[in-house]
């Protein structure tokens, strides 16, 4: 029998992959909000020794708040990229955006701006802790009223 635990063991994981597939999951509950949804996938893509599931629940949170603060007619970008030793993967939409104050309380735990019963305010939290571990961290951009670009870097393991 399989533990739960190994859903966690790590495997060698594209972020390409992962990405394309967690927005599959999203799909259908974006295009009932008349959000569209592109990728920007990297060519030169390295594989990881990382959680699969890990990895996708990271980008399905990320997802999940861009659909929350999304509006009919917006649009999500999801891209991959290397840079310095680093992949990187971004979510970035044009919705409400996040005020400069909360900024640094988003990753906090419980901390959300959703109304009632619209979220636990753990996504962001548990997001950053999970990519911690890897080695990388999670940063925000974003303008209130402008939309946000969370972007999640991982160092390229030898």
Do not use: M
């Given at each position: 029998i399989l533990s739960q635990k190994d859903e966690y063991r790590p495997s060698l994981v594209n972020l390409n992959d992962s990405l394309r597939e967690t927005v599959l999951l999203v799909?259908?509950?974006?295009?009932?909000?008349?959000?569209?949804?592109?990728?920007?996938?990297?060519s030169d893509m390295p594989t990881l020794k990382l959680s699969e599931a890990q990895v996708r629940?990271?980008?399905?949170?990320?997802?999940?708040?861009?659909?929350?603060?999304?509006?009919?007619?917006?649009?999500?970008?999801?891209?991959?990229?290397?840079?310095?030793?680093?992949?990187?993967?971004?979510?970035?939409?044009?919705?409400?955006?996040?005020?400069?104050?909360?900024?640094?309380?988003?990753?906090?735990?419980?901390?959300?701006?959703?109304?009632?019963?619209?979220g636990t305010g753990l996504g962001l939290f548990i997001s950053r802790s999970i990519v911690s571990t890897w080695g990388g961290d999670i940063t925000v951009e974003s303008r209130s009223g402008q939309g946000a670009k969370l972007t999640i870097w991982i160092p390229i393991q030898k």
């Open positions: 799909h259908y509950e974006a295009s009932k909000q008349g959000i569209e949804i592109t990728l920007d996938p990297c629940q990271v980008f399905l949170n990320l997802l999940i708040n861009s659909l929350q603060a999304g509006h009919q007619g917006g649009h999500i970008i999801c891209r991959t990229w290397r840079e310095d030793g680093r992949v990187l993967a971004s979510v970035e939409d044009d919705g409400s955006g996040i005020d400069q104050a909360d900024q640094v309380r988003i990753f906090e735990p419980f901390f959300s701006k959703k109304a009632s019963g619209q």
